[in-house]
């Protein structure tokens, strides 16, 4: 098994050998990761890079990869799709699968900071020890498959000395089985 390259909770390794929209979520975060590279390795004379699931690569193909990029957001219909189908994952004991909206996804990356980006082994943590509060009716637009509820879990802690509360929000599946993680933010309590 090659090594697994892994960073913000997602394996780049699988990611960039697994389906469409798994490589489609790979190849739009390679492109600006490879980019970063090359800006900054013109800034000290160091061309060598790497992409995210390790493999190398070379300075064409990291300003090629940031065309890509940027051409991916034209088709946000298509990046919706494949960003919801990217992260699945299983909850804690409650066995509940749980995915990633696709808005949630991009603020992760419109913010980089670890407001939006605190580890994801956090999350159970959360689902299982924090505050859980119930909001019917939250949504007003409706969904396929999904409810109308939204579900705040809310986990007290502190990032860069600044104190909060980490924060998901999901919205359920009518048959309770899966989760959109639409909201996962810490959130600074405001200082007076």
């Known amino acids: 098994m090659p090594t697994q390259h892994s960073s913000f909770g997602f394996n780049w390794t699988y990611l960039s050998e697994g389906k469409p929209g798994e490589r489609f979520i790979y190849e739009f975060y390679n492109g600006f990761y490879t980019t970063g590279q090359y800006f900054i390795g013109r800034g000290v004379g160091d061309y060598s890079m790497r992409n995210l699931?390790?493999?190398?690569t070379n300075?064409?193909?990291a300003v090629w990869g940031l065309v890509g990029a940027i051409s991916s957001l034209s088709s946000i219909g298509e990046a919706k799709v494949a960003l919801s189908e990217l992260k699945a994952t299983k909850g804690g004991a409650d066995g509940i699968r749980r995915i990633y909206s696709a808005r949630e996804l991009l603020r992760r990356v419109e913010e980089p900071g670890p407001f939006h980006n605190f580890p994801e082994v956090f999350n159970n943590v959360i689902f299982e020890n924090g505050t859980k509060t119930v909001t019917p009716n939250y949504f007003t637009v409706s969904k396929g498959g999904?409810?109308?509820?939204n579900i705040l879990y809310q986990y007290p802690g502190i990032i860069n000395g600044n104190k909060g509360f980490f924060e998901i929000g999901i919205r359920p599946s009518v048959s309770g089985k899966t989760e959109v993680i639409w909201h996962r933010f810490f959130n600074p309590v405001k200082r007076r």
């Open 53 to 56: 699931n390790g493999s190398t």
């Open 59 to 61: 300075t064409d193909e």
């Open 146 to 149: 999904l409810s109308n509820t």
